[in-house]
């Protein structure tokens, strides 16, 4: 019998805690067992395995970041947009650090909360592209290059991976602005 008051989701919210603490590619069942206070195999009543959990862990952070993603958004347009977006990106990684790189594999189709978190934080860059008069298949291609902007200066941040000597802050800003750049500047 499960454990009173642990649900699937009292699971997947423990995982994300203890991803941020332990980094999420140490996330195990066997720490997360161990952290719940249950037998590993009691853990098997909420969630179906390690894989399963890690999309769970996905659907969550995904919903994460695009609520925030779009309250950074809302009320904005264009280059502020642009800006506001890419802080607030940046800053759900420097908060979740566990949590973010669930937040780039792509929405499971199996998952209906799943495939609407991912829908809500594209829309929210979709919203800022159509700013830039960029739609169909451009607002695609800025979105896979903002994605691949921001989470490579994220990675490459959270791994220590800038040690020349400036302010990466400042190099932060000047990728966004080159993004900004870029979008008013876009031929298709």
């Known amino acids: 019998m499960p454990r009173a008051g642990l649900t699937p989701q009292t699971v997947v919210r ?3 805690v203890l991803a941020d603490e ?24 909420h969630v179906k395995g390690i894989d399963a959990l ?15 993603l779009t309250r950074a958004a809302a ?8 800006r ?10 420097r908060r979740h650090p566990g949590r973010y790189p669930a937040t780039q594999r792509a929405p499971d189709p199996a998952d209906p909360e799943h495939l ?25 291609d800025a979105t896979r290059m903002f994605r691949a902007a921001v989470h490579g200066f994220i990675a ?4 220590g991976g800038f040690g020349l000597p400036r302010d990466v802050d400042r190099s932060f800003d000047q990728l966004v602005a ?10 298709s």
């Open 75 to 82: 009320g904005r347009a264009g280059g502020d947009a642009l």
């Open 116 to 140: 609407a978190a991912g829908e809500q934080a594209v829309g929210a860059i979709y919203a800022i592209l159509r700013g830039y008069g960029l739609s169909g298949d451009a607002a695609v």
């Open 84 to 93: 506001a977006v890419a802080a607030a990106f940046r800053s759900y990684a």
């Open 54 to 68: 890690y999309q769970k862990l996905s659907a969550l952070a995904t919903a994460e970041v695009a609520a925030e």
């Open 156 to 159: 490459l941040e959270a791994a």
């Open 22 to 45: 332990v980094g999420h590619d140490r996330l195990t069942l066997a720490a997360l067992a161990a952290r719940l206070g249950v037998a590993l195999p009691s853990l098997y009543k």
């Open 178 to 187: 080159g993004l900004d750049t870029a979008y008013r500047n876009w031929r």
């Open 14 to 16: 423990e995982a994300a």
